[in-house]
């Protein structure tokens, strides 16, 4: 059990501490949210999806995604869509206050992108798939159940860490400057991410 728990500690930091878009947005949004509150949104839609993909991947049910290559292109080639548009409003995005961005991002804005962001995002699915869903197959039962419960915790703890992290960086952000290059940065990290699963589709069509 012991051993299950910390091999899915590691297996599950090692997955999403690297720079992505799920972990740009959340960021990104607790840096513009006025209050750390308004960024929770955010942060608990990701941790659903997070749950959600990888009850799915422990479970074998995304598998059928690595059986069947059509699916896969159908899901990169909505995500390379959705990505370019998220990476557009993201770099048309100003920063004249905090209340302002506030509300640029609604309650509803922020659950919706983060969850196509979660969702709609084949280098996340194909990664919890192919990483979590093969590494717990070592295991069973209750073993199997600790394995997963592993990742699920690290990875809402990780969003809940990352959200305050932001929030810590946008206090320190009083001209608006450096929020304003972030919203830069971060259209350039899903911009580059679409580029890379748009070669990808291009290989698995080739």
């Known amino acids: 059990m012991i051993e299950a728990i910390l091999h899915g500690i590691i297996l599950a930091f090692g997955l999403i501490i690297p720079l992505g878009v799920q972990n740009v947005f959340v960021f990104n949004q607790g840096a513009l949210q006025p209050k750390f509150s308004r960024a929770l949104p955010v942060v608990m839609t990701a941790g659903i999806c997070d749950t959600i993909l990888?009850?799915?991947?422990?479970?074998?049910?995304?598998?059928?995604?690595?059986?069947?290559?059509?699916?896969?292109?159908?899901?990169?080639?909505?995500?390379?869509?959705?990505?370019?548009?998220m990476g557009i409003v993201l770099w048309r995005t100003t920063v004249s206050s905090t209340e302002a961005d506030g509300q640029?991002?609604?309650?509803?804005?922020?659950?919706?992108?983060?969850a196509s962001v979660s969702l709609l995002n084949p280098h996340a699915?194909?990664?919890?798939?192919?990483?979590?869903?093969?590494?717990?197959?070592?295991?069973?039962?209750?073993?199997r159940i600790a394995f997963?419960?592993?990742?699920?915790?690290?990875?809402?703890?990780?969003?809940?860490?990352?959200?305050?992290?932001?929030?810590?960086f946008g206090k320190l952000d009083q001209s608006g400057k450096l929020m304003a290059l972030l919203n830069k940065v971060s259209a350039l990290v899903v911009w580059g991410v679409a580029v890379y699963m748009a070669i990808r589709l291009i290989g698995n069509i080739g």
Do not use: H
């Not at 699915?125 to 073993?143: A, F, K, Q, R, W």
């Open 148 to 168: 997963a419960l592993t990742t699920i915790i690290v990875s809402w703890l990780w969003f809940l860490g990352l959200a305050m992290a932001g929030r810590y």
């Open 104 to 114: 640029t991002f609604s309650m509803k804005r922020q659950i919706i992108f983060a």
């Open 125 to 143: 699915i194909l990664d919890t798939i192919g990483v979590i869903g093969t590494n717990s197959l070592s295991y069973s039962g209750d073993v």
């Open 54 to 85: 990888i009850v799915a991947a422990v479970s074998g049910v995304s598998l059928l995604v690595l059986t069947f290559g059509w699916l896969e292109n159908i899901i990169f080639s909505v995500g390379i869509v959705f990505l370019l548009y």
